[in-house]
């Protein structure tokens, strides 16, 4: 019986092709299938951002590049079939001995498509092995590049998106310490609003395509409003004032 081949999870990291790991590299060189998510958001006149990362880092020459097309759509119905059929196309590889690696910005255990392909695949493949290697988290990036703690000493910290339900943010500014705010450039003038409402705008900061060339990194969240934000801008708010950090792009 032919044996099948390995599933990876593979995070390229925020932006930046210098912050993939040593053991994302080596996945990536001995995997015969790139599994590529595209999506609006995750593409840029039709190319994915996390295939441009790994491009300039690995040799794609002679791999099966595996465009895999995602609804970003909130109907639960529609989500599900599109990530059947992606698994699908998975399979049919991994059946031929084939290592699969699907690749994602970020790292694949963090509001990544990866962590929904991987029941389709292990009930259509029984006893498949699958792997995630992580990578580093956008916020993480965005966390570093400012030189702002996410979390010191005894403080809680609470990663949500922003896209949905204001009022959660909310409740989550109430009871923890640091609030990360991911998805938020489609409401990000209410958030903005609610920011200032609050009394934390001054203990914010916002962040877009961090790690990218035209990285973006401020505390005046005001300059920004009215803008289209890129889909890749978080925000990270403390309750007590942001000491320090460094908000240019300054190496």
Not at 76 to 87: D, K, N, Y
Not at 195 to 213: K, M, Q, S, Y
């Amino acid at each position: 019986m032919k044996k099948t081949g390995t599933f990876y999870g593979v995070g390229v990291g925020p932006g930046d092709p210098e912050l993939m790991t040593v053991k994302a590299v080596k996945v990536l060189e001995g995997s015969g299938v790139l599994a590529v998510p595209r999506s609006r958001d995750s593409c840029e006149d039709g190319r994915s951002k996390a295939l441009s990362i790994l491009e300039s880092v690995v040799d794609v020459t002679g791999k099966e590049i595996l465009d895999l097309e995602f609804a970003m759509t909130k109907d639960g119905v529609e989500r599900e079939r599109a990530r059947g059929a992606a698994a699908e196309k998975i399979v049919e590889r991994l059946s031929t001995g084939i290592d699969v690696s699907f690749i994602t910005l970020g790292d694949p255990m963090t509001y990544s498509t990866f962590s929904y392909l991987v029941p389709f695949v292990e009930a259509a493949l029984p006893g498949v092995a699958v792997r995630s290697v992580p990578g580093i988290t956008s916020f993480s990036a965005f966390a570093s590049r400012a030189l702002v703690p996410l979390a010191e000493s005894g403080e809680r910290i609470t990663v949500i998106p922003a896209a949905y339900e204001l009022e959660d943010v909310r409740k989550a500014l109430e009871e923890f310490d640091t609030v990360v705010l991911m998805k938020v450039n489609r409401v990000f003038d209410k958030l903005v609003d609610l920011l200032e409402r609050e009394g934390l705008l001054g203990n914010a900061l916002a962040g877009t395509r961090v790690g990218w060339p035209e990285e973006e990194i401020t505390t005046d969240l005001k300059a920004l409003r009215g803008r289209k934000l890129d889909y890749f801008s978080t925000v990270i708010v403390k309750k007590k004032p942001i000491r320090g950090g460094r908000l240019k792009n300054d190496g």
